[in-house]
């Protein structure tokens, strides 16, 4: 549980530099150049996520059961997490109005996903996991959009063919991962 705990710290600690440290980040980025920075940055993340995925693995190897639960979360969880997908597409996909809308969809999909993954999963390191994600995500997007407030920030409206582009390429994704990777990297598979 130490590794897990630690790369949590590692990985969310240099994505939550943005919500709690912005002018330590600009002052940093002038320091180091932005090569140095995004450098810096990266080996921290890539590190706490090697920490992450082997404190969690290691941690499924003896797991603490906090509760059981139920077979419908699973389905239910598959459904949110397929919604997941979509706001993490849409954050790539230009010019799409789900994108427009919502502002900062990946940090919406990255809370979808981890309560889904709450609701589905039941050990101590799933709820130290997905619930550090979770509580990541709400603080990271209220920053976002503190930080569009103060910048005034306004976002295009988005055309609904982009939409649809989305929405097909994020249903595609989940299907994939839910069916074939999911399985393949973590042993579980979804339905199945």
Partial sequence: MTQLILGLVLFLGAHSVRIYGDDWR??????LGENGFKGLYSVLSLLGLVLIVRG???????P????????????????????????????YVPGNQIKARLHHPMILGVKVWAF????????????VL?????????????AARQRDARAGTV??????????????????????????LHGWLFGVRPFG
Avoid: K
């Avoid at 600009?26 to 320091?31: G, L």
């Avoid at 969690?56 to 003896?62: H, I, K, P, T």
């Avoid at 949110?80 to 706001?87: G, K």
């Fill in 155 to 180: 976002y295009a409206p988005g055309r609904l063919s982009m939409t649809l582009v989305t929405v097909a390429v994020g249903v595609a994704g989940w299907a994939v991962f839910a069916f074939w």
């Fill in 116 to 127: 889904a993954h709450l609701l589905a999963n039941h050990t101590l390191a799933d709820l």
């Fill in 64 to 91: 603490v059961a906090l509760w059981t639960p139920m077979l419908w979360t699973r389905h239910l969880a598959a459904l949110l997490v397929l919604v997941a997908f979509v706001l993490n597409f849409a954050a």
């Fill in 26 to 31: 600009t002052r940093m980025r002038a320091r």
């Fill in 130 to 142: 997905f619930g550090s994600f979770l509580v990541w995500a709400v603080l990271d997007y209220r």
């Fill in 56 to 62: 969690y693995g290691d941690a499924r190897l003896d």
